[in-house]
C-alpha cells in the first residue's frame, strides 16, 4: 500500500478540552474581587472627574486617571482568574491606604476600605484556589 506524502499530519488531540467543573465557592470569591474592583475604579474614576472640574477632593487630581487604569486592568486580570493580578491589586490597595493615611493622618472612608480589602483577599484565596484546583483536575 502506498501513503500520500502530501496528507496533512494526524494528531490525537481532542478539539475542545474536557470541561472541569470548579467549585461555586471559588468562583464566587474571584467574582466578588473583580466586582469590588469594578467599585473601587468606578469610585476613582468619579473622584478625579468632579477634581478635574475644579474641586477639590481628597487630594485627586487628573493624575489619578493612572490609578483608575491600573485599577480596572488589575479587575480585568482578576476576572480572567489571573492570581498575580489578584495579588497585584491587593497589594496596591493596602498600599494606596497606607499613603492615604501617612500624608493626611486620618483614615477617611475606613469600614469601606476594610470591606475592599475582606473581598480582595478572598479573590487572592480565590484565584489560588481556582489553579490549584485545575491543577488537581487535570
Sequence with gaps: MQTNTYSP???????????????????????NAWITGIVSGSITLIFTLIAMNGSQILGFSIWNLSDVA???????????????????????FLLSKIIVIAQTGSFNGGILAIVFIYYYVYGVIGTFAYHKHLKENQ
Design 9 to 31: 499530519p494526524v494528531a490525537d488531540v481532542e478539539i475542545e478540552p474536557a470541561k472541569i467543573e470548579v467549585p461555586d465557592i471559588i468562583l464566587k470569591r474571584i467574582k
Design 70 to 92: 491600573l485599577i480596572f486592568g488589575l479587575t480585568f486580570g482578576i476576572y480572567k482568574k489571573s492570581r498575580a493580578c489578584a495579588v497585584a491589586m491587593l497589594a496596591y
